[in-house]
């Protein structure tokens, strides 16, 4: 955690106002109860705006990345920015579609895991666009043995939208989810 406590306190039930009470009966259960949602939930027009955006990426019809890959990336992405939040909650995610303790494992360690040609290319752009915010041509073409122009493209967004997400949940201080466990590589990246 970059933060050991929010520096944007998430809007408990008795806070909410019109605006965000709207926004919170759009969300399912689960959601409405994420520490993520209920800071952004603060600027009720900016949470709006997001959720079109990853209400899209979280798709499992519009976004064409498979389920596996696309938890791949936002692991990857997340481990990457350093993200105790989102890593955290979707290490469970990931196990769900189908990722092994050892395949996370290797997504945070960056370890000698015998990942496949598909599943090195897709690290391979998560880290080039964490590191350089460009995919290279060799990425490109090795990921395109496996992938259509239209799962290029959600590839790429999925990377882009949690980078984003993870750097917000690290400025705002979001803190870990009730039930959650962080890892202790992500615990106390911040000073106290």
Known sequence: MRLNKARITPVSNGELSESQSSIMQNLNE???????FR???SCPESME????WSNYIGSK?????????KEIIVL??????KSGYEWSLHVFLGESAGLSKDEIASLRDGNDHDWD???????ALCDELARDYFVSDETWQALSKYYNEKQMMDAVYTAAH??????FANSFGVQID???????????????
């Open 49 to 52: 705006a997001m959720l079109g």
């Open 162 to 167: 949690y980078g984003m997400v993870s750097k």
């Open 76 to 81: 990857r992405t997340s481990y990457m920015c």
């Open 39 to 41: 800071t952004t939930l």
């Open 30 to 36: 689960a959601a409405r109860n994420l520490n993520l």
């Open 117 to 123: 040609e598909k599943d090195a290319a897709i690290i």
């Open 61 to 69: 019809k519009a976004n064409d990345v498979p389920w596996r890959d």
């Open 178 to 192: 009730k039930g959650i466990q962080l890892h202790d590589s992500l615990r106390h990246i911040a000073s106290d």
